[in-house]
């Protein structure tokens, strides 16, 4: 099983910045996938960008491409999430999640909190 854990996350003005980290415990699959999901209060968890463990593939919510950027360090079994020009919209709990069987069954993190003022 692959264990999850997010950092990064904190308080930052509208147009600024924030990196979020995932650190998984062992050694990821080739075969899997690394995602990042958010929740807002009062509404449903929702994709915000995914990639390849192989780095190959990557995907973005269209409310965050062009600001936001996912990328990976195999070596230090990582997944990133650069957020820029931050709007009060993307404010929620981030979560980390990996998968090769679909993301409802996968692993996921405990989340980390992004909060976003004017």
């Known amino acids: 099983q692959v264990l999850l854990a997010e950092s990064g996350g904190g308080s930052v003005q509208a147009g600024g910045s924030l990196r979020l980290s995932c650190t998984a415990s062992?050694?990821?699959?080739?075969?899997?996938?690394m995602g990042w999901f958010r929740q807002a209060p009062g509404k449903e968890r929702e994709f915000v960008a995914g990639?390849?463990?192989?780095?190959?593939?990557?995907s973005y919510a269209d409310v965050v491409k062009g600001r936001f950027t996912i990328s990976r360090d195999t070596a230090e079994n990582t997944v990133y999430l650069q957020m820029n020009s931050l709007k009060l919209e993307d404010t929620a709990l981030y979560f980390c999640?990996?998968?090769?069987?679909?993301?409802?069954?996968?692993?996921w993190g405990q989340g980390t909190q992004v909060t976003v003022s004017s």
């Open positions: 990639i390849s463990w192989t780095g190959g593939s990557i």
């Open positions: 999640a990996a998968s090769n069987v679909g993301w409802a069954r996968g692993n």
């Open positions: 062992g050694r990821i699959p080739s075969n899997y996938a």
